[in-house]
Every structure is written in structure tokens, then in C-alpha cells.
């Protein structure tokens, strides 16, 4: 048998993944990627001034990659990360994405997370075919669209997680549900309650869309006991949390399960509810970010310690992003161009990671929410406690 066919397509294989020139003085094989100037250019659109800052997204996100470029980059290609603030201002919203698009040349949006990005940037990102691996998805338009996909889980698949969780492991049959509905939020979480009845076979006792941003929650608290739910949802954020679960202790409410998303999931929720005996459950959005010793927040722990950032939940966020975005650079054989990370990202395959419950995976599709899963902490003396070891995770939709 003639093995000389065989022993030079494996020399040349070998030659190639050496980044060699095969024989014969022949073009160099490209092994990995490659950038022109020694730089990759990212960016991304995030509310850090006005009524919500989220900067600890992508302030995370740049903790990777300078710790990245300190460690001389991806093969050589160091990341240009540039962090704009929206403001939550739709006008300056669209001005700094056309901003990073156009002049700075973004490859990719990474570690977003804003109030309004997705809603106002969504259709730019589509006309100028440009990806966003966004580190934090709030608006509805962050999970619907073909551009963006979220390392988070969001509201409202939360929303879904945590009736399913009610349900599977408290045995509510009365959940009640009560929602602020800002923006276009409303459909939103419509959908995540009509999920919850898809998956339970449960009807939801009681859907309430008045919730105020802000104001007197006794009519609530009060419907609640007196429609009879044995558990209540809501979406509401940190001080609102407090407030609630003080008004149902002034009210000497008992008997109701009281489940909460994870903007109520702080050390200063926990700390001001500290005397409260009701039952509270919040969502989580990635491995609990209190769970100093899991095995899981190891590597975001070290990474954000070493540049003397706070270990929050927005961090997990940013954290994660990045490190999704460096895996799919990392797959690049050639120029890292924004062609290059679409198509990279488009056919990308399910990956998993520590910090999630569920896969992450961009890929074709008319919608991303890729996150399917949650982990269920209890408040017990003022200190989060794990409820649900393994993750909750939503079975797939038929």
C-alpha cells in the first residue's frame, strides 16, 4: 500500500495547525484569528447615568479582556472596548450605537445593558448587520430579536421559572400574579404567565397588570388574601421588594408563598427584610452571586477580585458575555471582522457554562432568549439561602 498520499496530508495538516507554511515556500495556513492592526474593535450601548445604572456590566466585561490584552490577547489580537452611556435617552441611545458601528467599527456589541438599547437599536443592528451578545436584557425587545441574544435569563422567562418552581415545588394551584407594566412590557408578560399554563397545566388565579412603580401596595397585598393565592409573583425591583413584604407584615398576612424576580436578589433586601417571617423567594439569573464558595463563581470571583470590582449579580452578567465573546474569537480561523464573528455567532453550537443552567447559543433565529434556567433562593434571617441546589430548568417547548 502506498502511504506517501496519507503521510503528506497529515504533514500538511500538522504544518497547518503550526500556522506553517505547508511545503514548497507556499502562503502561510491561517490557524486562528487574525486582526490588521493588533486590535479588535467592541463596544457597548449601556444605561450607567439617569434613572438605572447598570455599569457593572460592562465595567466586568472590560475586567476580561484587559485581563486578556495583559496576557498579550487572542493570538496576538488585543480588544478595543469601548463603553458608551445611553442615558436611558432614546436620542442618545441611537447616536451612540450609530457611534460604535460607524466610526469605532465594532465587530460586535458585547456586555450591553440598558434600559432601552434593544428596543431603540434593534432595527440599526439589523440595517447594519452587526451582533450583540447582550450582557443583561431588560426591555422585551432584547429577547425578540434576530440580532441580539442575552446571557441572561430576563423577566419574564423568570417570570415563567418561577410559577414553574411555585408549582413543582411549593404545590401552589392559586398563583397570583401582580406586574408593573412599563413600556411595552405588557404582551411581554402576558406570555410568560400563558407559558406557565402551558407548562403546569395550571390556570393562573389572578393576573393583575396595575402593580405601581410606586405608591401604596395595602390594595394588593389585601386582594391577594382575599382571592384566596397561596402564591404571589411579581416583578418588582429592590426598594419595591421591601416595600411589599413590609406592607404584607403590617397587614399580618400569612399563608401566601411570595416570589420575587432578581432585581430583589441583594444583600440589601436581605439585610432589611432581616426580621420578616414570610416566605420569600427570589430567581436568579445566573449562579447566586452570594454563593462565595461554589465551584461555579470560582473564575468570575478571582477575575473580578484581581481588579478590585464588587461581586454583584450585574457582574456575573458582563463576566459572562466577554467570555462568551472570546470563545467564538477563539474559533475564528482568519480575520476577526464582523462578518467573520456573524458567522461565527450565526452557526455557533450550544455551549455551556458554569455560571448558567442552560446552554448559551446565538445562532439563526427571529428571537434569542437562550436562557432557560434559574437557580431559587430563600430569605432566612436576613441571608439568601440556596432552595434549589440544581438548576430549575424549563422544559423545552414543543
Not at 338 to 346: G, H, M, P, T
Not at 384 to 392: I, M, N, R, Y
Request: with cysteine; aromatic share 8%; hydrophobic share 45%.
Amino acid at each position: 500500500m502506498d502511504w506517501k498520499p496519507k503521510l503528506t496530508a497529515l504533514t500538511i495538516a500538522g504544518l497547518a495547525g503550526l500556522g506553517l507554511a505547508a511545503a514548497g515556500g507556499g502562503p502561510a495556513v491561517a490557524a486562528g484569528p487574525t486582526c490588521e492592526d493588533g486590535t479588535i474593535a467592541v463596544g457597548a450601548v449601556s444605561t450607567i447615568t439617569g434613572p438605572a445604572d447598570f455599569s457593572e456590566v460592562p465595567k466586568a466585561a472590560k475586567v476580561v479582556f484587559d485581563d486578556v490584552n495583559a496576557k498579550g490577547g487572542i493570538n496576538g489580537c488585543k480588544i478595543d472596548y469601548t463603553i458608551a452611556d445611553d442615558k436611558a435617552d432614546p436620542g442618545v441611545a441611537a447616536q451612540a450605537a450609530r457611534d460604535l458601528i460607524d466610526n469605532k467599527e465594532v465587530v460586535a456589541l458585547v456586555g450591553s445593558a440598558s434600559l432601552l438599547d434593544c428596543a431603540v437599536n434593534s432595527t440599526t443592528y439589523k440595517r447594519k448587520d452587526v451582533l450583540s451578545i447582550q450582557g443583561l436584557g431588560v426591555d422585551a425587545a432584547c429577547f425578540n430579536s434576530p440580532t441580539i441574544a442575552p446571557v441572561n435569563v430576563g423577566p419574564y422567562t423568570l417570570s415563567t421559572a418561577m410559577g414553574y418552581f411555585a408549582d413543582r415545588e411549593l404545590q401552589a394551584r392559586k398563583l397570583c400574579a401582580f406586574f408593573i407594566i412599563i413600556g411595552g412590557t405588557q404582551e411581554a408578560y402576558k406570555g410568560a404567565i400563558a407559558n406557565y399554563e402551558k407548562l403546569t397545566g395550571q390556570k393562573a388565579h389572578l393576573v393583575d397588570l396595575t402593580l405601581p412603580f410606586q405608591g401604596d401596595l395595602t390594595p394588593y397585598v389585601i386582594r391577594a388574601r382575599d382571592e384566596g393565592c397561596d402564591a404571589v409573583l411579581t416583578n418588582q425591583i429592590e426598594p419595591q421588594v421591601v416595600q411589599m413584604v413590609k406592607t404584607i407584615d403590617a397587614q399580618k398576612i400569612e399563608g401566601i408563598d411570595w416570589l420575587f424576580l432578581s432585581p430583589g436578589y441583594t444583600v440589601e433586601v436581605a439585610k432589611a427584610l432581616a426580621d420578616t417571617r414570610q416566605p420569600i423567594y427570589v430567581g436568579t439569573e445566573w449562579e447566586p452571586f452570594t454563593e462565595t464558595a461554589s465551584a461555579a463563581n470560582k473564575d468570575w470571583i478571582a477575575t473580578m477580585e484581581a481588579a478590585g470590582r464588587p461581586l454583584t449579580a450585574f457582574s456575573q452578567g458582563g463576566y459572562l458575555s466577554a467570555n462568551v465573546f472570546l470563545d467564538v474569537i477563539r474559533g475564528i480561523d482568519g480575520p476577526v471582522t464582523r462578518d467573520s464573528v456573524n458567522e461565527a455567532l450565526l452557526s455557533m453550537q450550544p455551549k455551556t457554562y458554569d455560571l448558567i443552567g442552560s446552554p448559551y447559543v446565538f445562532g439563526e433565529a427571529d428571537a434569542h432568549a437562550p436562557m432557560q434556567a434559574t437557580k431559587v433562593m430563600k430569605l432566612e434571617n436576613g441571608a439568601w439561602t440556596v432552595v434549589t441546589p440544581d438548576w430549575v430548568v424549563l422544559p423545552a417547548a414543543e
